[in-house]
């Protein structure tokens, strides 16, 4: 059974940082394009970041680029997200996400469509 279970997720002020985490189990993680996307009440799901195996070519929406940092150990099948300079808009429930087919591994972060297995979410808020 393929599981993502994400952590971290809390508030925040804005400009502060937080972790986000995606422990994966059941799955040939180190294999798979794994990503983070965010849903905000309201809107559609979107596209945060991305990272092919080995760490070796990483995607992120124009919106988090030079703030957030995506980054995985293989060794410990866990995802990360970096979240810093957070901002208000960035308010929302994060989710892990897993494709093996590395369709979402693309410049501005491929369509949620294409994400085989998801994660539960884990809510972060800024506040202003």
């Known amino acids: 059974q393929v599981q993502l279970v994400e952590s971290g997720g809390g508030s925040v002020q804005a400009g502060g940082s937080v972790i986000l985490s995606c422990v994966v189990s059941?799955?040939?993680?180190?294999?798979?394009?794994m990503g983070w996307f965010r849903q905000a009440p309201g809107k559609e799901r979107e596209g945060v970041a991305a990272?092919?195996?080995?760490?070796?070519?990483?995607y992120y929406a124009d919106s988090v680029k030079g703030r957030f940092t995506i980054s995985r150990d293989d060794a410990k099948n866990t995802l990360y997200l970096q979240m810093n300079s957070a901002k208000p808009e960035d308010t929302a429930m994060y989710y892990c996400?897993?494709?093996?087919?590395?369709?979402?591994?693309?410049?501005?972060?491929?369509?949620?469509?294409?994400?085989?297995?998801w994660g539960q979410g884990t809510q972060v808020s800024v506040s202003s």
């Open positions: 990272l092919f195996p080995g760490s070796r070519s990483a």
């Open positions: 059941g799955y040939t993680y180190s294999r798979s394009c």
């Open positions: 996400a897993a494709d093996p087919l590395g369709s979402i591994c693309r410049s501005g972060v491929g369509p949620s469509s294409r994400v085989r297995y």
